[in-house]
C-alpha cells in the first residue's frame, strides 16, 4: 500500500493531494475529544438493528510561509459513513466484526440543547440531547457556537432514532501557538493516549481532523438517501476480524468463502474506506493472496500488510461476488505509534533521497511541500543550526562552501528556493490567498490549487503553461469549483503531461506554481519462487513487477549476473514479467537469486543436485561371431555423466580397432573386427557413481559352406548321362562341423555304393559312380557345430539333348501377326525329335516369350497379337526324349504393320473453267506405320482409266487437280499411303462438272458485329469479316467516306473473309468502316461501327458549397473528356486531414451534388470524386482545395500537419519463374511474385512477344502474385515464357523455360493440319524421349 502523501482521505477511499494555505502560518493539528455518556444502568442502550450515524470531522488544513492566522473551522456532520482519518482511535465496546464500529449516535429532539463550556487553555462544547417526541419526527437543527479566538463547532443531527440514548460530549482543544515558520507545518501533535476503560467511565472519541475537498463525497443534503447496495447472501464462512498493531508491525486479514455449490471461483475485493480499491495498491507494503483446499472446497483469501504504516489506520471492507450473490463485511485496523516530535531538516530535505531513504533516486521536496508523517529521524540528524538564516546571510560566492560544509547535495533545489524565499511578497490587491510556488503530486493522483480571492466579482482565468485551461463539458480533466471566495482548480489522474507551470489571473494581478508529477517506483508484483532441481535441468526464474518496460537486475549471491551472448544465463521480459532462464543447470548455480528493481528486491533460492543415476537399458550377455563388429551399448539417466569401460577387470582404451563413444545418455563400446581374445566379462562403471553395469562376450565361428570356390554357373552341376560325377565342396567352421546330404527328403549316407557322401576336416564330397536320369535334382548340405548351423544347396543336372535348330526365317507379316519357318537341328541328341516350342521378344527387350505350351509337330508357326509397330525377334526349342535343346538363333527383326483406313469426308472446294479443288479429312486409323501421304486420282466419267494427279505424294488434305478439259464430268478418289501400303480409296460419290459458278458475293456479318463494336484504348481490335462469292471478290474498305489509312489500320483480304486488324486501339480510330465486296456486276456492302472508349477525366471544379453540423455540402461540373462513352456516375471519398486516408462515401452517383453527412465532430476533411463510365473510374480524381472542418459550436481544433511518406518504388520481383516441364493435355501454370508501388501493369511474353487475347491464356493478379494458366499445352507451347511489370517508376523482368511432355497421336496432329514434316519431327523427338525412360 503506497503512503498518501500530502493527501484527503475521502469518504470515498480516495487519496487526494491538497493545496495548503499559503497566507497561513503553520499550525499544528487540533484535536477534538467527543466525550460519550453511557446510560443509566436501568435503561440499556438500543444499538443493535440501527444504522449507526458515524460522526465526521473535517477541517482545513495548515499551510505553510504564511504571516495571518485565520480562525480554524471544525465542522461535525452525522451521516452514515465511517470515520476515515490517519490517526483516528475509536474507544468502545467492540462491534462485531463483520459490521462497521458503532460511532457516538446522538439522540435528540426539535432542537437540541448545546451548552459551551469556555476555558482559556481547553475549550469544551458539550451536546446533551434529550429524548425525542413521537414520529414524526421534526426537521434537524443546527446550532452554530462561534468563539472568536477559538475554533467553531457546528452539530448536524440526523434523524433521531429511539430512546435511550448517551450523552455526547464534545471537547475542542485549540491547538498551541504557531511554531517556527521554517518548520513548514510539519510537525503534527498526535493525541494522548486513552485512558483505560471502564464500565462509568466516559469514552473519548480522539480524532484527528484531515483536510476537507470540495466536490468529493456526499453533499450534507444527500445523506438521508438510501444508498443501492446489491443484497447480501451468505457467502463467507469466515469474516476477516479487526486487529490493532503498532507502527511497522505485520497484520494479516482473512477472509474464507465455500464453493461447495459454486462452479467457479468467486470474485473479492478489498477495500479501504469506502470506495479505494486496494487490489492496485498491492506492494512490498501489502500483499493479496489466494489460496484453495480441493479436499476441504474451500477457497481463503488473504490480506497481508507488511512494516504498517500511522496513516494504514481505518476501516477496511471485504466484499464478495459470485453471480448474483454478493457478501460483505467491514473491519478496522488501529496503527499506534510513539509520540514523537518531529521537525525539517533543510539538509535532509535538499540532500538526494537514496542517502539513507528507501525511497532512492529522486529529489525528495514532500518535506517541504506535503504534510505528511516523516520517518523518526536519528538524534544525530536533528539541525543543529539554521542553515536559512546562514544563506541569507551569506554572499553568492559562499552558497558553495555552506553547502558542502553542511552536506547538502541539491545546491541548485536550494537556490532555488533560497531565490523564492528572498523575495519580499508585496501584498496582494486581488488575492487573499496565493498559490504555493510549488507542488508535488504522485503520478495518477488528484491535485487542488486553491486560491482565496479578495474580491469574490473579479474574473479568474487559470493557465497552464502560458495557455488557458477552458472547461470541457465532456473532459472530466480539470473541473473548476468555486466556495466562498475560495476558487479552486481540480487536476485528476495527473500524468507526466501535466507536469508544467502553472497560473492563476485575477484581473491585472497574477500568482503562479509550479506542478511536479512524481512517479512511483517500480514495485515487485510478484516474488520469485524458489527452485530445487538436479544438474542439467532448466531452471526459470519468473519475477513480475508493477511496470511494464522496468530496468531490472538479476543477481546471484549479490554479484550481478553476467548476461552476454557467451554467458550460461539468459534474461527475457514481457509485459509486466521478467525471466532469468539457465538452460543446463550445474551444482554451481546453486545460491540465493534476486531481482532488484527501484521500488524493493526479491530473493529466492536455487538449489542443484546431482541426480540420482537411473540405468534406462542394462547391457546385454552377446553372442558375436568371429570377425563380426561387437558394439555394446547401454542408457543411463542423467545423460552427461560420462564413464569407463573394463574387460576382465582391465581397463579398456580407445585405438583404432575399438571405439568408444558417448552420446549424451548413450555410451557405446564398438570393436570393428572381433576376435577370440575378445570374449570374456565387460563392465562399465559411471563416473562419480558406484553402480556399474555387466555382460557376458562370447566370440563363436560358426559353420559355413563356401560354393563360391565352385566354378558351377549357379550352383548347377551338370552331368551327361552315364559319367561319374565327383563334387568337392569347401567347408570351414569351429569346432568341426557334423555334415548332412539330403536329396529331398532322403539323406545320402557315406557308405553308399553308387551314390555316397563323404566328409573331410575341411570339405566335404558327393560321389556318384553313374550318372542316371534320377539323380537330377537339388542336392542339400546342412552343417551344424555349437556355434550354430548352416546350410547350402547344388542342382545336379544329367542330360543328353539335341543341338538347337536352324534359325527361323520370317516369311510374311501382317498387322498382328506373322509367319515363320525354320529347319530341324543336326543332331538330335540320340532321340527322335518330339516337337519344338517357339519364343519371341521385343528387340529391345531382354524378355522371350513362349508362345506354344504344346510341343508344335511341324517346322511352321504362325505366331499372333503382337503390337504393330514394334520389331520383334523369335527363336525355336528342339525336343526329345531326354530334354529340350538350347534355342536357336534369334531370326531377323520384323516389324507388324498394317495399311491405314481410307480418308474421310471427301468434298469438293473449288471449281474453276481447267481445274477442281478437293479437300477431305485424314482416315480415322492410321496405324503404327504411320501416314505418308496422300495419292489423288481421277478419272472422266463413264471409263475406268484412273490416273495419278500428283507424281509425288501430297501431305496436305487438300489438293488441285488441274488440265482438266473444260466441262467434262470426272471422278475423283483418293488413298493414304504407308510404309504397309496403300489403303482402301475413298471415292467421290457423284461426277464433277468442271466449269466454273459465279456466285453472287454475301457478306456474313457475325452476331456481335451487328451492333456498336467497343474496345478500350490500347486493346487490339481484331475483326473478321466472312463473306461468300465466286470468283474470288473484290474487297474494298472505307472510313467516314475516306480511304482507310493502312499505317493505322491494318486490311488482309482473302478468298472467304476480310480481317481489320488493329494492333492498338486509339480514339481516333473510332468511327463507322464500309466494307464493300464485288463480284463482276454484283455488289453487297456492311457497316462495321467501332468505338474506341477511354477512361473518363476527373470532374471540374469540386468546391464545398456548405458546412453544418456534421454534413458537407458538395458540387461540381462534369468532365472535360467523357473518354468517348457517356458518364455513367460518380465515386466521392473522403480523407480526415490527420491520417488523409481516403474511404469511399458513395459509388455510382449520378448528380452533380451531393450533401455528405455523419461526419465526426472535430475532424477536418477532405474530399475527391471520380468520374465513371462504362470502361471504370477516371485515372485521377478532383480534390477540394478547401478542407472541411466539422466544429462543434463553442469549440475550434487546430490539428497538427504531418507529411506523408512516399511508399512508391518501381517493380522488384521476389519471387521468379522456374524452368516448369508440362503434360500435353494438362494445365500447367506459372507463378511469379512482384512488389511495386504504384501498381504495375502486368504483360506475359511467349518467345518475346506479348500474349495478348489468346483463349489458351489466363492470367491472373492477387496481391502482388501473378499467374498464367495455360489450357491443355501442347508441344508448340513450349519454349521461354517471361512476365515483365511496369510503372512509372520503372520495369522488372522475369523468365523461365516451359517444356511440354507427351502430347497428340499421328492422326490427333493431321487433323489439326500440322504439316507432316513437323509431324515425323514432333514424332521423331518423342520416341527420345521415351527410350530413356525405358
Not at 244 to 253: E, K, M, N, W
Not at 304 to 332: P, Q
Not at 935 to 959: A, H, M, P, Q
Request: contains cysteine; hydrophobic residues 30%; proline residues 10%.
Amino acid at each position: 500500500m503506497p503512503e498518501p502523501t500530502k493527501k484527503d482521505e475521502m469518504s470515498n477511499g480516495e487519496k487526494e493531494s491538497v493545496a495548503p494555505d499559503s497566507s497561513e502560518a503553520p499550525m499544528p493539528t487540533p484535536e477534538i475529544s467527543l466525550e460519550v455518556s453511557p446510560p443509566p444502568p436501568e435503561q440499556p442502550v438500543e444499538t443493535e438493528g440501527k444504522d449507526p450515524q458515524p460522526i465526521e470531522v473535517i477541517k482545513p488544513e495548515p499551510v505553510e510561509n504564511g504571516s495571518k492566522e485565520p480562525e480554524p473551522e471544525a465542522v461535525v456532520v452525522g451521516a452514515k459513513e465511517q470515520v476515515e482519518s490517519v490517526n483516528s482511535e475509536v474507544k468502545e465496546e467492540a462491534p462485531s466484526p463483520c459490521s462497521p464500529p458503532p460511532p457516538a449516535t446522538v439522540k435528540e429532539e426539535a432542537e437540541p440543547v448545546v451548552t459551551e463550556v469556555n476555558q482559556p487553555p481547553e475549550p469544551v462544547v458539550t451536546v446533551v440531547t434529550p429524548p425525542p417526541p413521537p414520529p414524526p419526527p421534526p426537521e434537524p437543527v443546527v446550532t452554530e457556537v462561534t468563539q472568536p479566538p477559538e475554533p467553531v463547532v457546528t452539530v448536524v443531527t440526523p434523524p433521531p432514532p429511539p430512546p435511550p440514548e448517551p450523552v455526547v460530549t464534545v471537547q475542542v482543544t485549540p491547538p498551541p501557538p504557531p511554531a517556527d515558520k521554517d518548520d513548514d507545518g510539519t510537525t503534527n501533535t498526535p493525541s494522548p493516549p486513552p485512558p483505560p476503560e471502564d464500565a462509568n467511565t466516559v469514552k473519548k472519541l480522539s480524532i484527528e481532523l484531515p483536510m476537507w475537498s470540495l466536490g468529493e463525497g456526499q453533499a450534507p443534503e444527500d445523506l438521508d438517501k438510501p444508498v443501492d447496495t446489491p443484497p447480501l447472501s451468505s457467502l463467507l464462512i469466515e469474516r476477516p476480524q479487526g486487529g490493532s498493531i503498532t507502527v511497522g508491525g505485520d497484520i494479516s486479514f482473512v477472509a474464507k468463502v465455500e464453493a461447495q455449490d459454486l462452479l467457479r471461483k468467486p470474485t473479492i475485493k478489498w477495500f479501504k474506506g469506502k470506495w479505494m480499491d486496494l487490489a492496485s495498491k498491492t506492494g512490498k507494503h501489502l500483499q493479496l493472496k489466494e489460496t484453495f483446499d480441493r479436499r476441504t472446497k474451500i477457497h481463503t483469501f488473504e490480506m497481508h500488510i507488511i512494516k504498517a504504516k500511522d496513516n494504514y489506520a481505518g476501516n477496511y471492507r471485504c466484499e464478495v461476488t459470485y453471480k448474483d450473490k454478493f457478501d460483505s463485511c467491514s473491519f478496522d485496523l488501529e496503527v499506534k505509534e510513539l509520540e514523537q516530535s518531529q521537525s525539517v531538516d533543510i539538509r535532509s530535505a535538499f540532500k538526494r533521497s537514496s542517502e539513507g531513504h528507501e525511497d532512492a533516486g529522486d529529489l525528495d521536496f514532500s518535506g517541504l511541500l506535503k504534510h505528511r508523517n516523516q520517518r523518526e529521524p536519528k538524534q544525530d540528524e536533528t539541525p543543529e543550526v539554521d542553515v536559512w538564516e546562514i544563506l541569507k546571510s551569506a554572499r553568492p560566492d559562499q552558497y558553495e562552501k555552506i553547502a558542502f560544509e553542511y552536506g547538502i547535495t541539491d545546491l541548485r533545489g536550494l537556490l532555488k528556493r533560497l531565490k523564492k524565499t528572498k523575495k519580499e511578497e508585496k501584498k496582494s490587491e486581488a488575492f487573499a490567498k496565493k498559490l504555493d510556488p510549488a507542488y508535488q503530486v504522485d503520478k495518477g493522483g488528484k491535485i487542488r490549487l486553491v486560491v482565496d480571492l479578495a474580491d469574490p466579482t473579479v474574473e479568474l482565468k487559470w493557465y497552464k503553461n502560458g495557455q488557458e485551461i477552458r472547461p470541457t463539458p465532456n473532459q472530466r480533466k480539470f473541473i473548476f469549483e468555486q466556495k466562498g471566495t475560495q476558487r479552486i482548480l481540480v487536476i485528476n489522474n495527473c500524468g507526466l503531461n501535466d507536469d508544467a507551470a502553472y497560473s492563476v489571473a485575477a484581473g491585472e494581478e497574477k500568482c503562479t506554481t509550479e506542478l511536479f508529477v512524481k512517479e512511483l517506483p517500480v514495485k515487485i508484483t510478484k516474488e520469485i519462487e524458489a527452485v530445487k532441481t538436479t544438474v542439467n535441468e532448466r531452471i526459470e526464474l519468473e519475477c513480475e513487477v508493477s511496470e511494464e518496460g522496468a530496468q531490472v537486475k538479476w543477481c546471484k549471491n549479490g554479484v550481478e549476473v553476467p548476461t552476454g551472448p557467451r554467458s550460461r544465463y539468459r534474461v527475457k521480459s514481457e509485459g509486466l514479467k521478467h525471466w532469468l532462464i539457465i538452460d543446463d543447470a550445474s551444482k554451481e548455480d546453486t545460491g540465493t537469486f534476486s531481482l532488484m528493481a527501484s521500488g524493493g528486491t526479491s530473493e529466492a533460492k536455487v538449489q542443484v543436485e546431482l541426480k540420482p543415476l537411473k540405468i534406462i537399458q542394462d547391457l546385454q550377455d552377446m553372442t558375436v561371431l568371429l570377425g563380426q563388429p561387437l558394439k555394446m551399448h547401454c542408457e543411463i539417466f542423467p545423460g552427461n555423466v560420462p564413464g569407463r569401460w573394463y574387460r576382465n577387470g582391465q581397463l579398456i582404451q580407445s585405438n583404432d580397432r575399438i571405439n568408444i563413444l558417448q552420446r549424451a545418455k548413450n555410451h557405446r563400446l564398438e570393436i570393428v573386427n572381433s576376435t577370440i581374445h575378445d570374449a570374456g566379462d565387460y563392465t562399465f562403471v559411471p563416473e562419480g557413481y558406484t553402480q556399474s553395469l555387466c555382460a557376458k562376450v562370447h566370440i563363436v565361428d560358426p559353420p559355413r559352406v563356401h560354393l563360391e570356390s565352385l566354378n558351377f554357373p549357379d550352383n548347377t552341376v551338370t552331368i551327361v548321362a552315364g559319367n561319374k560325377l565327383r563334387v568337392e565342396i569347401p567347408i570351414s567352421g569351429e569346432p568341426a562341423p557334423r555334415v548332412v546330404w539330403m536329396k529331398g527328403e532322403r539323406v545320402i549316407l557315406d557308405s553308399g555304393h553308387r551314390v555316397r557322401a563323404e566328409t573331410f576336416s575341411d570339405y566335404t564330397s558327393l560321389t556318384i559312380d553313374i550318372a542316371e536320369k534320377e539323380d537330377t535334382g537339388n542336392y542339400k548340405i546342412v552343417l551344424q557345430n555349437e556355434a550354430g548351423e548352416a546350410g547350402a544347396s547344388i542342382k545336379v543336372k544329367v542330360v543328353d539333348i539335341p543341338d538347337p535348330p536352324e534359325v527361323p526365317l520370317v516369311t510374311e507379316v501382317g498387322g498382328d501377326w506373322c509367319s515363320m519357318t525354320w529347319e530341324p537341328p543336326i543332331y538330335d541328341g540320340g532321340s527322335p525329335i518330339l516337337g519344338y516350342f517357339i519364343e519371341r521378344k521385343k528387340k529391345q527387350s531382354s524378355r522371350w516369350m513362349r508362345l506354344n505350351f504344346d510341343l508344335n509337330k511341324e517346322t511352321t508357326f504362325e505366331p499372333k497379337k503382337m503390337i504393330e509397330g514394334v520389331p520383334y525377334e523369335v527363336r525355336v526349342f528342339a525336343v526329345n526324349a531326354i530334354g529340350v535343346s538350347k534355342p536357336s538363333e534369334p531370326s531377323k527383326a520384323f516389324v507388324p504393320l498394317a495399311v491405314t483406313s481410307e480418308p474421310t469426308m471427301l468434298v469438293v472446294d473449288d471449281v474453276t473453267d481447267t481445274t477442281v479443288t478437293m479437300k477431305w479429312r485424314p482416315p480415322e486409323t492410321i496405324g503404327a506405320a504411320g501416314l505418308d501421304g496422300y495419292l489423288v486420282e481421277y478419272c472422266i466419267e463413264g471409263s475406268d482409266d484412273w490416273r495419278v494427279t500428283n507424281k509425288e505424294l501430297t501431305e496436305k488434305t487438300k489438293y488441285t487437280i488441274t488440265g482438266l478439259p473444260p466441262e467434262a464430268k470426272i471422278l475423283v478418289r483418293v488413298r493414304a499411303i504407308n510404309a504397309a501400303g496403300a489403303s482402301t480409296p475413298r471415292t467421290l460419290q457423284h461426277s464433277i462438272l468442271v466449269k466454273e459458278v459465279i456466285e453472287p458475293p454475301k457478306i456474313r456479318i457475325p452476331r456481335h458485329l451487328k451492333q456498336t463494336y467497343t474496345r478500350k484504348v490500347g486493346e487490339a481490335v481484331n475483326l473478321v469479316i466472312p463473306f461468300m462469292g465466286k470468283p474470288r471478290p473484290k474487297v474494298s474498305w472505307l472510313k467516314e467516306g475516306q480511304t482507310v489509312d493502312p499505317t493505322q489500320v491494318t486490311i488482309r483480304n482473302t478468298d472467304c473473309d476480310s480481317i481489320i486488324f488493329i494492333r492498338k486501339a486509339e480514339r481516333k480510330h473510332s468511327g463507322k468502316y464500309d466494307m464493300k465486296v464485288e463480284v463482276e456486276n454484283h455488289v453487297d456492302t456492311a457497316i462495321i461501327d467501332i468505338q474506341i472508349v477511354d477512361l473518363p477525366g476527373p470532374p471540374q471544379c469540386v468546391k464545398i458549397d456548405e458546412v453544418w453540423g456534421g454534413n458537407v455540402a458538395l458540387d461540381w461540373t462534369p468532365p472535360k473528356d467523357n473518354g468517348n462513352a457517356a458518364i455513367t456516375g460518380y465515386t466521392i471519398q473522403k480523407a480526415d486531414k490527420k491520417t488523409m486516408e481516403w474511404y469511399t462515401c458513395i459509388e455510382h452517383y449520378h448528380r452533380t451534388c451531393i450533401t455528405i453527412t455523419e461526419l465526426v465532430v472535430g475532424n477536418e476533411y477532405f474530399f475527391r470524386i471520380y468520374s465513371e463510365n462504362m470502361v471504370g473510374l477516371s485515372e485521377g480524381a478532383t480534390q477540394t482545395k478547401d478542407s472541411a472542418l466539422i466544429v462543434k459550436e463553442g469549440m475550434q481544433l487546430k490539428n497538427p500537419e504531418y507529411i506523408d511518406h512516399d511508399f512508391k518504388e518501381p517493380p522488384k520481383f521476389t519471387q521468379p519463374l522456374i524452368n516448369t516441364f508440362a503434360i500435353a493435355g494438362y494445365n500447367a501454370t506459372l507463378n511469379c511474385s512482384v512488389r511495386a508501388n504504384p501498381r504495375p501493369k502486368v504483360i506475359w511474353m511467349k518467345n518475346k512477344i506479348a500474349i495478348i487475347d489468346d483463349p489458351r491464356y489466363r492470367m491472373f493478379s492477387n496481391q502482388g502474385v501473378c499467374t498464367l494458366e495455360i489450357r491443355k499445352p501442347s508441344p508448340y507451347d513450349g519454349g521461354m515464357y517471361s512476365c515483365k511489370a511496369i510503372n512509372d517508376l520503372g520495369d522488372a523482368l522475369v523468365e523461365c523455360k516451359l517444356e511440354v511432355k507427351g502430347g497428340f497421336t499421328f492422326s490427333e496432329l493431321m487433323q489439326r493440319g500440322v504439316p507432316l514434316h513437323l509431324i515425323d519431327k514432333y514424332m521423331s523427338e518423342t520416341k527420345v524421349v521415351e527410350q530413356p525412360e525405358k
